[in-house]
């Protein structure tokens, strides 16, 4: 079993930085890819970001490139998601999750994931 804190989340206005953070604990966190969704009232959870185990692999949305960086530290068994150039449509709440996995790409599926988060809300005030 493995146990996912959101923490860093609040508001923010458009154009600011807000660092999103994750604490994993109960397995070892370098046995996962890890991966952050939101998701906005009324609408499905979407993918915004990923990383792999060692960190290699990243990915990110269309709509957060460039804005958004996933890193992680597998010492301190955390990941992070850096969030620059706020917009109002990033207002959601964001879930980090984790994947058991030993390979190298990363998921972009929701479903490819075991582990949950409860999940942060961030608001973007325009």
């Known amino acids: 079993q493995v146990q996912l804190v959101e923490s860093g989340g609040g508001l923010v206005q458009a154009g600011g930085s807000l660092r999103l953070s994750c604490a994993a604990s109960?397995?070892?966190?370098?046995?996962?890819?890890m991966g952050w969704f939101r998701q906005a009232p009324g609408k499905e959870r979407e993918f915004v970001a990923a990383?792999?185990?060692?960190?290699?692999?990243?990915s990110y949305a269309d709509s957060v490139k460039g804005r958004f960086t996933i890193s992680r530290d597998n010492v301190r068994n955390t990941v992070y998601l850096q969030r620059n150039s706020l917009k109002p449509e990033d207002t959601a709440v964001y879930y980090c999750?984790?994947?058991?996995?030993?390979?190298?790409?990363?998921?972009?599926?929701?479903?490819?994931?075991?582990?949950w988060g409860q999940g942060t809300q961030v608001t973007v005030s325009s």
């Open positions: 999750a984790a994947e058991l996995t030993s390979r190298r790409t990363v998921q972009v599926a929701k479903n490819s994931y075991d582990y």
């Open positions: 109960g397995r070892t966190f370098s046995s996962f890819a």
């Open positions: 990383i792999s185990w060692n960190g290699v692999s990243i």
